[in-house]
């Protein structure tokens, strides 16, 4: 594989933005609301910069680079979600419409696993911001259940998994990149 220093420094830049928002839905992690809200934002922020940055190194359009840039736009639509104060519950709903469109950005670059690591990585990033948007959907649902008297895993914990397993996924693609490089 030629080396592209453009898409491998997009994989790391989405593989760090995954952890430090992975790191801000940790529940366990011992920081204030608004600065797990801010490790969320700078999180997405990188994701999207990242996934723009391996759309952008990608000379032909093919199911990777769509992949890439759906994803930048899950990112976009998470970050607005967490950087702007909107009323009643729209921001929950813009995270959890940002976290499937960036699963099925994952789902769509699928389409380009021509490797191992291509189809593991973006299955567990698919895997990972759908049990995301699984806990924010739970969220908003939360007085619904209560009244009913369903118990629940806390949502919480379901969120910060997925934030967890996406940066597995993230982690493996930049390795998985970086390898390929310097074959």
Known sequence: MEENPKQLIGAWTQAIGTVVAAIGSTPSVPIDTNSKRGLGLIGNVLQAT????????QRSLNYGK??????ATGNVTVS??????????TEERLVISGDLIQALGAITALGSADKSYIFIGNSLQAVGNSL???GGVRELKEEERKAIG??????EVLIA???WIQALGT???AVGLT???KK
């Not at 990242?50 to 190194?57: F, H, I, K």
């Not at 607005?80 to 519950?89: H, K, S, W």
């Not at 369903?150 to 949502?155: D, F, K, L």
Request: proline share 2%; net charge negative; glycine share 16%.
């Open 66 to 71: 769509l992949g890439n840039i759906i994803q």
């Open 179 to 181: 390898l390929e490089g």
């Open 150 to 155: 369903h118990s629940q895993v806390s949502n």
């Open 132 to 134: 995301q948007a699984i």
């Open 80 to 89: 607005i979600g967490l950087a702007i104060d909107f009323p009643g519950d």
């Open 161 to 163: 998994s997925g934030s």
């Open 171 to 173: 982690i493996l693609l």
């Open 50 to 57: 990242g996934n723009g940055l391996e759309a952008d190194s």
